[in-house]
C-alpha cells in the first residue's frame, strides 16, 4: 500500500498540508502537538502505511490549513523525518522538513520528578543541547532528558 498517484491510500487534497514519514508510533502525539483535535477543518489521516524509511509511516492531510515554520518545527521531536508538503490546486508547490528547534517551551516532561515543572503549574522549557539525538536540558532544574526518557505532556 505505497502512496502513489496511483493508488492513494488516503485521498489528495486540493488545498492545505500533507504531513508526510510521520513514524507510525507517534501519529497520535503529532496529532496533540499540533492541536489537530481542536480545529474544524477537514483533516485526513493514514498510519501503518509501508515506508522503506520507517518501516511504518503515518501520513496526515490538512485541508485549507497552513503552519508557520515555528509551530511545525514542534513536531520535530516526535517526527523528526517528516516531510511537509504544500498543496495548492492539486499539486504540490513546496516541500520542506521539520527542524528541530533551538528551544522548546511545553511539549515535553522534564525527566527529573523533583523539578518544579512536575508539582506546580509550571510550563516546561528547555535548551536543546542535541539536536540528531534529542537531549533537552531544562531551564528549571537543568538536568538532561533524553530521546530515551522523552514523554509527551
Ligand atoms: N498529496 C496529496 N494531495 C495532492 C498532492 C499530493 O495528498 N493533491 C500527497 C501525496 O499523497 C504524498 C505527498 O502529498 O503523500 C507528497 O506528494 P508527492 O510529492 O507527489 O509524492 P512523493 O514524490 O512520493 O513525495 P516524497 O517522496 O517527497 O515523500
Ligand atoms: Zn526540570
Same mark, same amino acid.
Given at each position: 500500500m505505497k502512496e502513489t498517484k496511483k493508488q492513494l491510500s488516503v485521498s489528495a487534497i486540493e488545498n492545505g498540508t500533507v504531513i508526510d514519514h510521520i513514524p507510525a508510533s507517534n501519529l497520535f502525539n503529532v496529532i496533540q502537538i499540533l492541536g489537530? $483535535? /481542536?480545529? $474544524?477543518n477537514l483533516i485526513t489521516f493514514g498510519t501503518n502505511l509501508e515506508s522503506k524509511k520507517l518501516g511504518r509511516k503515518a501520513i496526515i492531510k490538512l485541508a485549507g490549513i497552513y503552519f508557520e515554520d515555528d509551530d511545525i518545527n514542534r513536531i520535530a521531536l516526535v517526527a523528526p523525518e517528516a516531510k511537509l508538503n504544500i498543496i495548492k490546486d492539486y499539486e504540490v508547490v513546496e516541500k520542506s522538513i521539520v527542524k528541530v528547534p533551538d528551544n522548546i517551551a511545553g511539549i515535553a516532561k522534564c525527566?527529573?520528578? /523533583?523539578?518544579i515543572t512536575n508539582f506546580e503549574d509550571v510550563k516546561t522549557k528547555f535548551k536543546v543541547v542535541s539536536k540528531k539525538n534529542v537531549a533537552l536540558k531544562c531551564h528549571y532544574c537543568e538536568k538532561i532528558t533524553d530521546q530515551e526518557h522523552l514523554v509527551i505532556v
Open positions: 489537530l $483535535d /481542536k480545529i $474544524d525527566v527529573n520528578p /523533583k523539578c
